[in-house]
Structure formats: C-alpha cells, structure tokens
C-alpha cells in the first residue's frame, strides 16, 4: 500500500520562507514523477512545480524562481522549497505521485501554508 504524507506548512511571514515536505511509503515504480499542486479558498487544485520522466523540473509562472522543487529517491523524499513567500501564495498544498505510464497516482493530505503578516 503507498502512503504519500506531505507536511511543513505553517503561518509566515511576507517574504518568508518555507519547506514542504513528501514522504513516500510502500513501493512503487520507477514510471512515477513527484509533483506539487496547490488549492486556494473557492478555487481549482493548480499544479505549481513537477518533475517529467527525464528528471526536468517546471514551474508555474507565479512561482518560477521563488520556488525549487527537489527530491531524495535513496529515502523516498521529496520537497518543496518556497522563498520570497507572498500573500496570494496561501493555500493547501499538496505532494502528487503520478505514473507517466498508467495514469495511478497517489495524493497527500496537504498541508496549509498561509502567508500573512
């Protein structure tokens, strides 16, 4: 059975920063990328940094270069890590597995970041 446990949000600051983490259990293959993807109050669930099958990241325009996604495959980990965080940053956030292959994909729990002064 996989497991996918997402944590490290929290309240900070305007300009603060913040990392997300994605603990993976059980086994799963190597056709599966690690994403991140966010949902704010009435809004959709938005994909906001992700690996491809080649191991290439990307990045939502509102988050490119503030935002550096990461992962350690040795202890099934992965990351997010936000800097320069701003208010409209705030929303839940949450650790996706997705096989390029088969379409299975695994969500976590999310995690609130709020961003406020």
């Known amino acids: 059975q996989v497991q996918v446990k997402d944590s490290g949000g929290g309240l900070v600051q305007p300009g603060g920063s913040l990392r997300l983490s994605c603990a993976v259990s059980g086994s799963i293959d190597n056709t599966f990328v690690m994403g991140w993807y966010r949902q704010a109050p009435g809004e959709q669930r938005l994909l906001v940094a992700a690996?491809?099958?080649?191991?290439?990241?990307s990045y939502r325009d509102p988050v490119k270069g503030r935002f550096t996604i990461s992962r350690d495959n040795a202890n099934n980990m992965g990351y997010l890590q936000m800097d320069s965080l701003k208010p409209e940053d705030t929303a839940v956030y949450y650790c996706?597995?997705?096989?390029?292959?088969?379409?299975?994909?695994?969500w976590g729990q999310g995690t609130l970041v709020n961003v406020s002064s």
């Open positions: 690996f491809d099958r080649s191991g290439r990241t």
């Open positions: 996706n597995l997705r096989s390029w292959y088969s379409g299975l994909e695994y």
